[in-house]
C-alpha cells in the first residue's frame, strides 16, 4: 500500500525556467493538498484539491503558480517562470476525507526545488 | 497572519529525561489538534492528536495535554530516546478543514 508519492524527489531549475511537481495521494484519498516550507520556516498551507476542482487555494501566490488535479493521473503543481524565492521543500498531502482523517494528513517525502 | 506558534525553534534533552514541546494557537474556534514529527529529507507523518472535547490524549510515551482558556497545546515524550530527535510540528484544524500548522521545533535528544 504505497503512501503519498511524489515526484521528483530533487528538482533544479535555472530562473526563468518552469517547475512541474508532481503528486499521487494514497490510494483510495481523493483529497490532496499542497504545502510549502521555505528555509527555517514551517509548513505554509497553498492548495486544496479534489478531482478536478480546486476547493481552496487562498494559499497560492496570485502569479506564476497553479494546480491541478485531473480526473485521471497525478496532481500538478505547477511554477512558471522559477524565481529564487520559490527555492523551498514543496509537500503534497492527501486524505480520505475533507474534514482531514483522525490522522490529519498523511504526506508525501517533498519536492526539493533549487531555483539557480 | 500567523494562526499557530511554536516559541522555541530548538530543545535540547538529555535521554531518559521528559521532553515538552509547547505550541500557541489564536483562535478558540479550532476543533482539532495534532503533532507531527518530521526526519530530514522527509515528510511530516503523525503522531498523536486530540480533539477540543478533551483535555488529554496518551498513547504510550506521548501525550498531548490541551489547555483551550489559554489556547495552548503541549507534546510530553518521556522517557525521550535519541530516536526521537527530529522537527516537531504542531497543527490545528481551522476553517473550511484547512489544517495550520507551527514553524516547528527541532528536538535533539542526547544519549
Known amino acids: 500500500n504505497a503512501g503519498v508519492m511524489q515526484n521528483p524527489r530533487h528538482l533544479v531549475r535555472r530562473r526563468g525556467q518552469e517547475a512541474r511537481l508532481r503528486c499521487s495521494p494514497m490510494?483510495?484519498?481523493?483529497?490532496v493538498y499542497w504545502y510549502r516550507q521555505l528555509p527555517e520556516e514551517g509548513l505554509k498551507f497553498m492548495v486544496y484539491?479534489?478531482?478536478?476542482?480546486?476547493?481552496?487555494e487562498s494559499g497560492m501566490p496570485k502569479e506564476r503558480f497553479s494546480a491541478e488535479f485531473p480526473k485521471e493521473g497525478p496532481s500538478i503543481l505547477r511554477i512558471q517562470q522559477v524565481v529564487r524565492g520559490d527555492s523551498a521543500a514543496y509537500f503534497c498531502?492527501?486524505?480520505?476525507?475533507?474534514?482531514?482523517?483522525?490522522?490529519?494528513?498523511?504526506f508525501g517525502s517533498g519536492t526539493r526545488l533549487t531555483v539557480v | 497572519d500567523q494562526q499557530v506558534k511554536q516559541n522555541s525553534p530548538s530543545l535540547s534533552v538529555q535521554e531518559g529525561r521528559i521532553s515538552i514541546l509547547n505550541c500557541d494557537y489564536t483562535?478558540?474556534?479550532?476543533?482539532?489538534f495534532l503533532w507531527y514529527k518530521k526526519y530530514p529529507a522527509e515528510g511530516p507523518t503523525f503522531l498523536i492528536s486530540?480533539?477540543?472535547?478533551?483535555d488529554k490524549n496518551e498513547d504510550g510515551r506521548f501525550t498531548v495535554f490541551l489547555n483551550k482558556s489559554a489556547k495552548h497545546l503541549s507534546l510530553h515524550i518521556v522517557p525521550s530516546q535519541p530516536g526521537d530527535s527530529a522537527v516537531y510540528f504542531c497543527?490545528?484544524?481551522?476553517?473550511?478543514?484547512?489544517?495550520?500548522f507551527g514553524s516547528g521545533t527541532k528536538l535533539n535528544v542526547k544519549p
Open positions: 483562535n478558540s474556534m479550532f476543533d482539532y
Open positions: 497543527a490545528v484544524r481551522g476553517n473550511f478543514n484547512k489544517f495550520y
Open positions: 490510494k483510495g484519498h481523493s483529497h
Open positions: 484539491l479534489q478531482k478536478e476542482n480546486i476547493i481552496d
Open positions: 486530540i480533539s477540543s472535547i478533551k
Open positions: 498531502a492527501s486524505s480520505q476525507s475533507g474534514t482531514g482523517d483522525s490522522y490529519g494528513y498523511t
